[in-house]
Each structure stands twice: as C-alpha cells, then as structure tokens.
T-cell receptor, first 113, second 112 residues
Framework: KAGVTQTPRYLIKTRGQQVTLSCSPI?????VSWYQQTPGQGLQFLFE???????NKGNFPGRFSGRQFSNSRSEMNVSTLELGDSALYLC????????????FGAGSRLTVL | GDSVTQMEGPVTLSEEAFLTINCTYT??????LFWYVQYPGEGLQLLLK?????DKGSNKGFEATYRKETTSFHLEKGSVQVSDSAVYFC???????????FGQGTRLTINP
C-alpha cells in the first residue's frame, strides 16, 4: 500500500514568489492535514481538509491556503513568500477527520532566498 | 491553550543503555497522547499512543504510560540500539480533535 506522497521534495524560491505543494494521501484516506516544521517553532498545524472542506485552521496568515480535491489529494499554496517561510512542510493523512493516527509523508523542503 | 513540553536534547547514549525521554502536557480534559519518531530524511511515524488515563502504549520495545496525576507521558526503552537514533516527538490531540499539538522534539543518538 503506497504511503503519503508529497511533491516536490525540494524547492527553492525567492521572496515575493508563490509556491504550490502537493500531497497524495494513502488510498482510502479522506482527511489530509498540513504541518510546518522549522528549527525555531517546531511542528505547527496549518490546516486540515476532509471531504474537500477545511475543517480546522492553525494560526497562520492568509498567505497560507489549501484545498482538497474529490480524490482526496490536497494542495497548499503560499503566496508572497517571506524568508521565514523556509521550512519542511509535512502532509499527513488519516481515514477520517480527527487527529487519531496520522500517517505522514516525507515532506517538501522549501527554501526561500 | 494546549501545549506539550519535552526534555531538551540532544540525548546521546551507548548501545544497550536505558532510555527515558520526558514529556509533560497541558490540556483541557483528557486528550489522546502520542509519540512519533522521525528518522533522517523521512516524515514522522507513529511510534505508540494512549487514549485514556493509565493506558500504556508500546511498540518496538518502547513504552509510555498516560499519567493524568502528573500530566506526563514519558517514553522509555530498556535497551536502545543504534537504529533507534532519530528525533522523537511527543504530541497530544488538540482541541476539536482535528490537529496534533507537538513538543519541540528530542534528538537521540545511540553510539555503538
């Protein structure tokens, strides 16, 4: 059974640009959550999507957005990139909404120059 | 709000040593508690969990007991191996049960 797949694995952008990250959950999983991991702030919850609806959102500015498609795949977008957005962005999926037993992908490492 | 505090790392031990990584939490009610592990270059993997007070989660020789009196969920292993070298994260199920709240992580290095 394939795991959670995130693309791209690595990317470099410059300040002011925007970026889109993709996440394919485990087959049959309907919930996708996104987390940002940085050395200073650790792991912070961005948002969760279930059945194409955002169920919960963390404390991030509006530049961070996401969506989920009917096949449960999810994308997150960061607009007007700032240096502080450099991080590992982790996607996690679960069968249903709720944090119980998340399966994480390997992450997308974003560097903003 | 909900929060998790882990012992600061890094922690360096010799193979076959006893491991304890402390974790305490602050939360409303009695949330489910988790330990996740992150190996180099990989995402997080669930190591073990406990859903109610006095529950003991266990996996791969690791154990943790949900102690509501001390609001703790310390991770233990009797004899560590080099392959246990990783970053360990304690987490709780946040309000609304739709997110995890993580501790800062503890980097563990096991020397042969």
């Amino acid at each position: 059974k394939a795991g959670v797949t995130q693309t791209p694995r690595y990317l470099i952008k410059t300040r002011g640009q925007q970026v889109t990250l993709s996440c394919s959950p485990i087959s049959g999983h309907r919930s996708v959550s996104w987390y940002q991991q940085t050395p200073g702030q650790g792991l912070q919850f961005l948002f969760e999507y279930f059945s194409e609806t955002q169920r919960n959102k963390g404390n991030f500015p509006g530049r961070f957005s996401g969506r989920q498609f009917s096949n449960s795949r999810s994308e997150m977008n960061v607009s007007t990139l700032e240096l502080g957005d450099s991080a590992l962005y982790l996607c996690a999926s679960s069968l249903n909404s709720g944090a119980n037993v998340l399966t994480f992908g390997a992450g997308s490492r974003l560097t903003v120059l | 709000g909900d929060s998790v505090t882990q012992m600061e790392g890094p922690v360096t031990l010799s193979e076959e040593a006893f491991l304890t990584i402390n974790c305490t939490y602050t939360a409303t009610g009695y949330p489910s508690l988790f330990w996740y592990v992150q190996y180099p270059g990989e995402g997080l993997q669930l190591l073990l969990k406990a859903t109610k007070a006095d529950d003991k989660g266990s996996n791969k020789g690791f154990e943790a007991t949900y102690r509501k009196e001390t609001t703790s969920f310390h991770l233990e292993k009797g004899s560590v191996q080099v392959s246990d070298s990783a970053v360990y994260f304690c987490a709780l199920e946040g309000q609304g049960a739709q997110k995890l709240v993580f501790g800062q992580g503890t980097r563990l290095t096991i020397n042969p």
